[in-house]
């Protein structure tokens, strides 16, 4: 099975403007997350769609956004950047979010904002 | 509230020792820790994950302990190799309110040879 698929890998914009990722998951996974990671904060859970529907949120602000599609595909939108938002921003999908379904990571895209 | 610490943020060893990453969390009614190795430029890998109904489990030379009643739980790479090197990620699924996935802060390894 292919894995994790996100793109672009890197990405450089401009503060005030937006951009969009997209994470296509494993085939069969409906479950996608999304994480922010930066060098002195880790790991932190930005959102979670399952069938199209986000199930959780984590504590960022209303600019952070995202959708999945019928196909699990799954997009996430920053409007506004900030310096503060360059980071790698990693999706993961499972089976499921539940115990019985480990998240399986795609490389990651790069944003610097300038 | 729900949070995950990780300790210690780095640790160094010499080629064959032991390392130990510790891990407590705070939803006493998370049942599922897995644990993440990520080299760098890479992304996360699942490296092994324990359930709350078992206290330890092994994978060759990585193994992972866990206390319910402390909250805390263990990772345990033995006669560790240059190639163990990355930063791990402990993390806890959360069941207060939504349901996720939170992570450890990260510990970066260094084996030297």
């Known amino acids: 099975k292919a894995g994790v698929t996100q793109t672009p890998r890197y990405l450089i914009k401009t503060r005030g403007q937006q951009v969009t990722l997209s994470c296509s998951p494993i085939?069969?996974?409906?479950?996608v997350s999304w994480y922010q990671q930066t060098p002195g904060q880790g790991l932190q859970f930005l959102f979670e769609y399952f069938s199209e529907t986000q199930r959780n949120k984590g504590n960022f602000p209303g600019r952070f956004s995202g959708r999945q599609f019928s196909n699990s595909r799954s997009e996430m939108n920053v409007s506004t950047l900030e310096l503060g938002d360059s980071a790698l921003y990693l999706c993961?999908?499972?089976?499921?979010?539940?115990?019985?379904?480990?998240?399986?990571f795609g490389n990651g895209t790069r944003l610097t904002v300038t | 509230g729900e949070n995950v610490e990780q300790h210690p943020s780095t640790l160094s060893v010499q080629e064959g020792d032991s390392a130990v990453i510790k891990c407590t969390y705070s939803d006493s009614a998370s049942n599922y820790f897995p644990w993440y190795k990520q080299e760098l430029g890479k992304r996360p890998q699942l490296i092994i994950d324990?359930?709350?109904?078992?206290g330890e489990k092994k994978d060759q030379r990585i193994a992972v302990t866990l206390n319910k009643t402390a909250k805390h739980f263990s990772l345990h790479i033995t006669e560790t190799q240059p190639e163990d090197s990355a930063v791990y990620f402990c993390a806890a699924f959360m069941n207060t309110g939504f349901q996720k996935l939170v992570f450890g802060t990260g510990t970066r390894l260094l084996v030297s040879p």
């Open positions: 993961a999908s499972s089976t499921q979010l539940d115990v019985n379904s480990p998240l399986h």
């Open positions: 085939s069969g996974h409906r479950s």
């Open positions: 324990i359930r709350s109904n078992v």
